[in-house]
């Protein structure tokens, strides 16, 4: 069974701090992805890893910074947490390519609140 | 236009009858397409694929692709009420190589 997991499940952090969520995949999949997922806007895409030390950015980057040192932990960075970043954030892990099956697994999910 | 678009609903229907959830998504060059569940509080869980035209059955689950009109769609058969959930489409845009979901449809099952 794959297992993607995601340390932090619920956090409060105050407008301003520097934030952490920690993502820990056990497949050797190549490639890492961030989503966030609002009410009535589904998933959005905000960076994705096909390579260690290696990221793009997704549809919405702005505010976030990533971090993949190894290839099974994939880090996402809110360098200056703001209110409008309170939202619910998943993980996610494949193979290299996503067709035919080789489909994207994710984490439970982290909710953060940023007051 | 959106890239991948779904009804948001709900659609509701009685137990045992079947259901279909549509999506229609704007890339030509997509070439796999994805049904997640996603109950309330929980992450997506996939419950079908498909990357062929035509049909792909897998139990009460018929995923159905139809690549000329670009849509993809989900027949539940013999619903039940633990399939309540949000049921999000996904698109694998292989150029860019990143999976792009519709908003999801929520569907509620009644006993």
């Known amino acids: 069974d794959v297992k993607v997991t995601q340390s932090s499940r619920y956090l409060v952090k105050r407008t301003g701090e520097k934030v952490f969520l920690e993502c820990v995949q056990d497949m050797d999949h190549e490639n890492m992805f961030w989503y966030r997922q609002d009410p009535g806007l589904g998933l959005r895409l905000i960076y994705f890893?096909?390579?260690?030390?290696?990221?793009e950015k997704g549809d919405i980057p702005e505010g976030y910074s990533v971090s993949r040192e190894k290839k099974e932990r994939f880090s996402l960075i809110l360098e200056s947490a703001s209110t409008n970043q309170t939202s619910m954030y998943l993980c996610?892990?494949?193979?290299?390519?996503?067709?035919?099956?080789?489909?994207?697994?994710f984490g439970e999910g982290s909710w953060l609140t940023v007051v | 236009q959106k890239e991948v678009e779904q009804n948001s609903g709900p659609l509701s229907v009685p137990e045992g009858a079947i259901a279909s959830l549509n999506c229609t998504y704007s890339?030509?060059?997509?070439?796999?397409f994805f049904w997640y569940r996603q109950y309330s509080g929980k992450s997506p869980e996939l419950i079908m694929f498909?990357?062929?035209?035509g049909d792909k059955e897998d139990g009460r689950f018929t995923a159905q692709l139809n690549k000329a009109s670009q849509y993809v769609s989900l027949l539940i058969r013999d619903s039940q009420p633990s399939d309540s959930a949000t049921y999000l489409c996904?698109?694998?845009?292989?150029?860019?190589?990143?999976?792009?979901f519709g908003t999801g449809t929520r569907f509620l099952v009644s006993p």
């Open positions: 996610a892990s494949s193979l290299t390519t996503v067709r035919s099956g080789n489909t994207i697994y």
């Open positions: 996904a698109v694998w845009v292989g150029g860019f190589q990143k999976l792009v």
């Open positions: 498909i990357y062929s035209n």
């Open positions: 890893s096909y390579d260690v030390k290696m990221k």
């Open positions: 890339d030509r060059g997509s070439q796999s």
